[in-house]
């Protein structure tokens, strides 16, 4: 049976004997630590201002039903229109409906990964609207039919032959590798897309509770086009994204930036906060805001993960990941990959399907060290796991735990089974890679591990043994 479980273990294995892949992977990347790592070091001190946005986006998401009421309030004082969605169907209801109220043909759209999440495109598309993606990396991925390969660098996987070679086929441009050309071709296309567009669909970075605005970031200018051009604007956001006030952003715009791509700040911030007022003279005529629950509530109600919440979308924990590094992006399957999409899909997309992201860890804690809003991140991996075993534990998984039980609880057993391991190594050595060997489908793409030459209550005995006989000595 193909579930999502071996759909991933399937396609992180094509990955990880890619080697092709995996070191292209690694140099995307390869700077970006070094580069953070720099900015980093302007800020008066890094640590201190985690601390800070770790606190302010703790009083947002546990004053969260207090923040979105003042938000709606005042954002909908300026003429937006509002629409809380309970689910991805009512989301794009919504959206649906307001196009075909308008008869709208063309749609642009800005990067948002929560549009992905409730697969906006698609739904648009099978009505009949043309939906162009204008962020340079999501218009890839759209050309090649995919889904983003990393929710901030959506095609990071491919490299600008293979861009070129894209562009030929899809627009009939001529073949080059620089980047800056590459560019131009998209830009070109894309210019007249924002003319023709009727509607244009953006995301949300954040929503400031105090001033009904709501921030979006962005390194192209595309958004800035898309929020603005067309004569009606629907922003899709979660629901966690809600700052208290608007000085908050003079923290959370800087350090996004940084931990996302180790720049200082991203080139262009913008607020927006309704439709075109009286006097000014651009601007959407409609501006519509779709706030997205889609099971966030259900994970607030959850004192222990509710943290996961306080995300910002950096992508920085994918960055540092060293199983994101090793099995890349699509192998999730999911719309948020690496840490955060393994702690968070679960709660969105229901445990027992997506449990085995959770243990597609080495719990390093990379991730959580590197969050700029520290979030508990590998800690929630093991919360995953364990509620998962509570809620449906399989038959091999309780002999398997009851056993390590029983060995626990009997350290002479224990110590018997210690010493059956070190006899089990050199005859595993024998039969390894054979049909005879029956850890083959593990030790397939790694080595298994020797055993200690000396285990620890050997060693402390004898260090125990050692320090009586020298004090009777003295
Ligand atoms: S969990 Fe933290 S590091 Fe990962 S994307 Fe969210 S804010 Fe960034």
Request: glycine content about 8%; aromatic content about 8%.
């Amino acid at each position: 049976m193909i579930t999502y479980a071996t759909e991933f273990k399937t396609a992180s294995a094509q990955v990880t004997t890619d080697g092709k892949l995996r070191a292209f992977l690694r140099r995307a990347l390869g700077s970006y630590e070094a580069t953070r790592d720099t900015t980093q070091r302007k800020y008066h001190s890094w640590s201190e201002a985690r601390q800070a946005a770790s606190e302010i986006k703790w009083d947002a998401v546990n004053h969260l039903d207090r923040y979105l009421a003042e938000f709606i309030t005042k954002i909908e004082a300026r003429g937006a229109k509002v629409f809380v969605a309970a689910d991805a169907a009512q989301a794009r209801d919504y959206i649906l409906g307001v196009a075909k109220e308008n008869g709208v043909r063309s749609i642009i759209k800005a990067k948002s990964m929560t549009t992905e999440e409730i697969h906006l495109n698609d739904a648009l598309e099978k009505e009949g609207h043309a939906v162009f993606e204008s962020d340079l990396g999501e218009y890839i991925v759209q050309l090649r039919d995919e889904t983003p390969y990393h929710f901030v660098f959506p095609a990071m996987h491919l490299t600008r032959e293979q861009i070129s070679d894209l562009f030929q086929k899809e627009l009939g441009s001529e073949p080059t590798n620089d980047p800056e050309q590459l560019t131009m071709i998209a830009r070109r296309v894309m210019r007249a897309k924002y003319i023709e567009a009727d509607m244009g669909i953006s995301g949300a970075n954040f929503a400031v509770a105090e001033t009904g605005m709501i921030s979006i970031t962005e390194n192209e200018g595309n958004a800035r086009l898309t929020c603005a051009l067309p004569k009606i604007h629907v922003a899709v956001m979660g629901i966690e994204k809600v700052l208290p006030k608007l000085e908050d952003l003079a923290l959370f715009l800087p350090m996004l930036a940084t931990a996302g791509t180790g720049q200082a700040l991203t080139c262009y911030n913008s607020l927006y906060g309704g439709p075109r007022q009286p006097g000014e003279v651009d601007g959407p005529q409609q501006f519509h805001l779709v706030l997205v629950d889609n099971r966030r509530t259900e994970l607030l109600a959850d004192a222990e993960q509710r943290d996961a919440l306080h995300c910002i979308r950096c992508g920085a924990c994918l960055n540092v990941c060293p199983i994101f590094k090793n099995v890349g992006g699509h192998s999730y399957g999911t719309t948020y990959q690496g840490p955060i999409g393994s702690v968070i899909t679960p709660h969105l997309r229901g445990l027992q399907n997506w449990k085995h992201l959770s243990s597609a860890s080495s719990l390093c804690g990379a991730c959580t060290e590197t969050c700029p809003v520290g979030i508990d991140l590998h800690h929630h991996l093991l919360h995953n796991r364990r509620n998962a075993m509570r809620e449906k534990p399989l038959w091999w998984e309780k002999i398997l735990y009851a056993g390590f039980v029983f060995l626990m609880l009997r350290p002479g057993l224990y110590r018997i089974a210690g010493k059956l391991g070190a006899i089990f190594f050199p005859l595993h050595k024998i039969v390894n890679g054979t049909p005879l060997d029956p850890l083959r489908s593990w030790t397939k793409t790694r080595e298994f591990p020797a055993p200690a030459r000396q285990s620890f209550a050997d060693y402390w005995n004898r260090k125990k043994s050692n320090a009586g006989a020298n004090r009777g000595a003295h």
